[in-house]
């Protein structure tokens, strides 16, 4: 029987070759040179975030032994996309070093210079030691982990620094081994040095400010001769939310970011040059396997630090900042003009503060009873929070879905569902089995005796950090057969256990999964059959990470 041939690239493939296109924009001498900085530092993060969850899911596929429920969509043939992910990464991290090498080349030509501790003039080292004594050390602590009965945990998202510490003279050179955290959480990674010349800058990372100053942290064990290499770890990062009917859906995602900690390693990057007694010792006590694991890069890692690098470039950068939607800069009142027009925002082009901007009108407008949203990923300091907590205090009722599955922001998503019900928000139950990732709002407004009601339907994330990258639409609207659909659906939100009799009576927004599988095959069909029929026919489609075949 023939093998059936696949006609899909498989989407981590394919997510691969996204990525060469962030390398393809940090090669391009027409980018400003702190954007092709940044642009290697957004490939490295997003090729760690990739590691943590798509190489972790395709070795647990492999893994998977068809016993019990793997709740992904299974791959044919995991094996074979591992070894050609192997074989992409390096090949772009080659190209990764190229393009460092000629952007570096660059930053010097600007008098840029990011120098290590074996190039420091004398006032320099006298500013690396006193920046150590007053700022680093206190953040360090080593672990001899030849003394230590059980290998030390390593966080994911750290750089460390291995070092190998020996005396001079010895017959037969004696090792002990030792590892140090770097602590750019705390102090972050780039320290701008005294330079010696006013046109010059010059930078050094901190893990080179601690190799400086080695000695002076390790001289109580007697020894003379100090070597130290950076590596860091990348773990499976998916959570697993286990079957216990006993336990809520928070407690059981609670337990999984316990457990992420112990998730297993899918990558171990490495300085080349490390000492191969040390590189060894590593490997047996992390329990690394090495095919595919074990990776030799070069000195700096941890490259995702790169994109706040310092902004000492004499070219800025030409991005405009967004700007507000023409109809809204003429109006003194943002909800009179979506109460009489739609306005669709387009991000980031149009600023995101619109929105945040609605939401602080219904908080304080008196007539305004009731806030309903959805929340996803927000950002640190949300705005939106803010204005919804405010809209409480203002006497509103306020129902916030507050979806806690978010990769990564978990553990946020329950911290502000305790500050929501803190100030009296009502936050929706999650629905099991279900994400929601609906970006919706409705506001009910009184007019006499009459509700009015309007909002916004959007794409991404409401996060006005993200929403200066990252490329959404969001419909600011009063619509009567949107805001319809809208109640059915944050009725069915809120009563889900009911059933889904409220979603399956939207007439205008299609809901997902009752019936959007349905009317894009029906659109589809559509346009094929005009297609064939010599009319106009065109699909255009804007989607993120398409995996269904």
């Known amino acids: 029987m023939a093998v059936k041939k696949r006609r899909t690239i498989p989407?981590?493939?394919?997510?691969?070759?996204?990525?060469?296109?962030?390398?393809?924009?940090?090669?391009?001498?027409?980018?400003?040179?702190?954007?092709?900085?940044?642009?290697?530092?957004?490939?490295?993060?997003?090729?760690?975030?990739?590691?943590r969850v798509r190489v972790a899911a395709l070795n647990r596929m492999k893994e998977f032994s068809g016993k019990g429920k793997l709740n992904m969509h299974m791959e044919t043939a995991p094996e074979k996309i591992l070894l050609q992910i192997q074989t992409i990464v390096l090949q772009q991290q080659d190209r990764f070093d190229q393009i460092w090498n000629n952007i570096y080349a660059e930053m010097k030509s600007e008098k840029i210079y990011l120098v290590t501790e074996k190039d420091l003039n004398k006032d320099q080292q006298k500013f690396?030691?006193?920046?150590?004594?007053?700022?680093?050390?206190?953040?360090?602590?080593?672990?001899?982990?030849?003394?230590?009965?059980?290998?030390?945990?390593?966080?994911?998202?750290?750089?460390?620094?291995?070092?190998?510490?020996?005396?001079?003279?010895?017959?037969?050179?004696?090792?002990?081994?030792?590892?140090?955290?770097?602590?750019s959480r705390t102090l972050g990674r780039f320290v701008i040095l005294p330079s010696p010349a006013p046109d010059e800058h010059h930078i050094i990372l901190l893990e080179d400010i601690i190799r400086y100053n080695l000695k002076s942290i390790f001289s109580y064990f007697g020894y003379e001769r100090y070597r130290s290499w950076v590596f860091k770890v990348t773990?499976?990062?998916?959570?697993?939310?286990?079957?216990?009917?006993?336990?809520?859906?928070?407690?059981?995602?609670?337990?999984?970011?316990?457990?992420?900690?112990?998730?297993?390693?899918?990558?171990?990057?490495?300085?080349?040059?490390?000492?191969?007694?040390?590189?060894?010792?590593?490997?047996?006590?992390?329990?690394?396997?090495?095919?595919?694991?074990?990776?030799?890069?070069?000195r700096i890692h941890n490259f995702r630090h790169f994109m706040d690098f310092p902004d000492v470039f004499t070219r800025k950068g030409q991005r405009k900042k967004p700007f507000p939607h023409p109809l809204i800069s003429r109006a003194n009142r943002i909800t009179d003009i979506v109460l009489e027009q739609d306005v669709m925002l387009h991000f980031p082009y149009h600023s995101f503060n619109a929105v945040i901007d609605l939401l602080r009108e219904a908080a304080i407008d008196p007539d305004v009873t009731a806030?309903?949203?959805?929340?996803?990923?927000?950002?640190?300091?949300?705005k939106l929070i803010n204005a919804l907590i405010n809209a409480v205090r203002n006497g509103k009722q306020v129902t916030a879905m507050m979806e806690y599955r978010a990769r990564f922001d978990e553990e946020a998503n329950l911290e502000w569902k305790i500050i929501l019900e803190e100030e009296g928000v009502k936050v929706i139950d999650v629905i099991p089995n279900m994400k929601v990732h609906a970006k919706l709002c409705m506001i009910k407004k009184m007019k006499g005796t009459r509700a009015v009601y309007y909002g916004f339907v959007s794409t991404g994330n409401l996060n006005e950090k993200t929403a200066m990258l990252y490329s959404d639409h969001c419909?600011?609207?009063?619509?009567?057969?949107?805001?319809?659909?809208?109640?059915?659906?944050?009725?069915?939100?809120?009563?889900?256990?009911?059933?889904?009799?409220?979603?399956?009576?939207?007439?205008?927004?299609?809901?997902?999964?009752?019936?959007?599988?349905?009317?894009?095959?029906?659109?589809?069909?559509?346009?094929?059959?005009?297609a064939k029929n010599k009319k106009q026919a065109s699909i255009t489609l804007k989607v993120n990470s398409l995996s269904d075949e």
């Open 128 to 183: 690396v030691q006193n920046y150590f004594e007053e700022e680093a050390r206190a953040n360090i602590i080593p672990l001899m982990i030849q003394s230590i009965p059980q290998f030390p945990y390593l966080r994911e998202k750290s750089l460390y620094l291995g070092v190998v510490l020996s005396k001079k003279g010895t017959e037969k050179e004696e090792k002990r081994f030792a590892l140090i955290e770097i602590p």
């Open 475 to 530: 419909l600011l609207t009063s619509d009567r057969s949107i805001m319809a659909d809208m109640n059915r659906i944050f009725t069915y939100m809120e009563k889900w256990k009911e059933g889904a009799a409220p979603l399956k009576a939207c007439k205008t927004l299609i809901p997902c999964p009752i019936f959007l599988r349905k009317e894009l095959f029906h659109m589809i069909n559509t346009e094929i059959k005009s």
């Open 371 to 382: 806030i309903k949203v959805t929340c996803y990923r927000l950002a640190s300091n949300s």
């Open 11 to 51: 989407r981590d493939i394919s997510w691969l070759a996204f990525n060469g296109r962030v390398l393809q924009e940090a090669a391009d001498p027409s980018v400003p040179l702190r954007e092709r900085v940044k642009f290697l530092g957004i490939f490295s993060n997003n090729l760690d975030e990739f590691f």
């Open 235 to 298: 773990k499976d990062a998916e959570i697993d939310i286990d079957n216990d009917l006993s336990t809520s859906l928070i407690e059981k995602i609670e337990k999984g970011l316990k457990n992420r900690r112990k998730g297993k390693f899918v990558r171990f990057i490495y300085d080349k040059e490390m000492d191969i007694d040390l590189l060894d010792f590593l490997i047996k006590g992390l329990s690394l396997a090495k095919k595919g694991t074990i990776i030799p890069g070069g």
